[in-house]
Nanobody, 125 residues
């Protein structure tokens, strides 16, 4: 079992930045693909970013390309999501997810085995 705990969310003005962290416990994440998804009220869960288990491939949703960066620090068992130039439409609950030895289909929430509880990000206009 892998437990995931997100942190770093909060209230920020449009144009601002935030850095989300996802701390894993229970197992090393070095062999896990990691993903970030978000969900706004009344909307479906949306893919934001993912990084393959090897770290060699990263993927981003179209709406965040060029503004968000996913990275991993296996030594700290933590994954990060750096967000800049935030927009009100980035508001939502951000979830971290994990899947063992996965390199493809990382944009699909159904393939992930583990999820965190989420952290709220609110961007004011």
């Amino acid at each position: 079992q892998v437990q995931l705990v997100e942190s770093g969310g909060g209230l920020v003005q449009a144009g601002g930045s935030l850095r989300l962290s996802c701390a894993a416990s229970g197992h090393t994440i070095s062999l896990y693909a990691m993903g970030w998804f978000r969900q706004a009220p009344g909307k479906e869960r949306e893919f934001v970013a993912a990084i393959s288990w090897s770290g060699s491939n990263t993927f981003y949703g179209d709406s965040v390309k060029g503004r968000f960066t996913i990275s991993r620090d296996n030594a700290k068992n933590t994954v990060y999501l750096e967000m800049i130039s935030l927009k009100p439409e980035d508001t939502g609950v951000y979830y971290c997810s994990a899947k063992l030895l996965q390199s493809t289909r990382l944009t699909e929430p159904a393939i992930y085995s583990y999820w965190g509880q989420g952290t709220q990000v609110t961007v004011s206009s």
